[in-house]
């Protein structure tokens, strides 16, 4: 049964008028009011686990990144927040991956251990009810106990994102790089088919790294041209810090003449870390999709 605390933590938050989590908080005080149940135990013929699965989109524009820092505000700090007004005590959050400061998701993935009797909807809807605009909670599902964000990721597929031109539209300012000069996609891609496959990427790393191994599988590498957008997706087993912007910034001096095709042959080769470009800025990066 919803609980007039949980009615009054959502209506805490005042929303506009007609607005959806509007139409939730009268729908949950009708339900309240009335003494119904909801009984939300099961989602496709399975009995509900207390182990959750978030998927979320947000706009990182605002954000230091996902994880917890000492100032300043972030995705896990904000999940966080939200998930132990509902609960009623603090929660342990894993993530697929930390994005840095200013990277964005439209797939993020997050696994959390709850108590609260909230189906899935009605949790998803909470939170949201209780998180800045600028994250959503897209589902929320009841997985398997030992199901874990971060260790069971199979594929992560990133997005960079350069603005080749002169006016970025200011609808998509937020989530592109800008790159005025042309970039000559030829060659990008040629210097992208030598990322694919196994290789040791420290070169396209932080230097001092606390990875376990710095070998990294990529499966895809696709350079695109959509009007005045370049994007570069990249799929992988997994990601180092920065793996994707120092890639993305070193095709980007490929693409305009100032370093060589084989330039990236030569970083993997050599690990070092100056051969390549510089990392290029977080705003025009994407988590796209987690696989499990």
């Known amino acids: 049964m919803i609980c007039a605390d949980y009615v009054t933590l959502i209506s805490a938050d005042q929303r506009p008028e007609g607005s959806e989590d509007q139409r939730l908080i009268r729908k949950l005080t009708r339900r309240h009011s009335l003494g119904l149940m909801i009984n939300e135990s099961k989602l496709n013929g399975f009995e509900r686990m207390p182990n959750v699965k978030l998927t979320l989109e947000y706009d990182g524009g605002d954000f230091n990144g996902w994880q917890v820092q000492p100032t300043g505000r972030t995705i896990q700090g904000e999940l966080s927040r939200a998930l132990a007004r509902i609960e009623g005590k603090e929660v342990t959050l894993h993530a697929a991956g930390r994005t840095d400061s200013g990277v964005h998701a439209l797939g993020q993935v997050v696994s ?54 002169d006016v970025v539209s200011p609808f998509v300012r937020r989530y592109v790089h800008q790159h005025r000069s042309r970039l000559d996609l030829d060659s990008m891609r040629a210097a992208g088919g030598f990322l694919i496959g196994s290789h040791d990427f420290r070169g396209f790393t932080v230097t001092a790294s606390d990875v376990e191994t710095t070998v990294r599988t990529i499966e895809r590498l696709e350079v695109e041209k959509s009007g005045d957008i370049i994007s570069i997706a990249v799929s992988a087993n997994g990601f180092l810090r920065y793996m994707v912007r120092a890639i993305a910034g070193t095709l980007i001096e490929i693409g305009r003449g100032y370093l060589p095709v084989e330039t990236v042959r030569e970083v993997i080769a050599s690990g070092d870390r100056s051969l390549a470009g510089p990392t290029a800025p977080a705003l025009g990066l994407t988590l796209m999709q987690v696989d499990y």
Request: charged share 30%; glycine share 6%.
């Open 112 to 165: 959390v251990r709850l108590t609260s009797e909230l189906g899935a909807t009605t949790l998803r809807d909470a939170i949201n009810a209780n998180v800045g605009r600028d994250v959503r909670v897209k589902n929320a599902e009841f997985v398997e106990d030992s199901f874990h964000a971060r260790v069971h990721a199979k594929q992560k597929h990133y997005r960079y994102q350069i603005w080749n031109g």
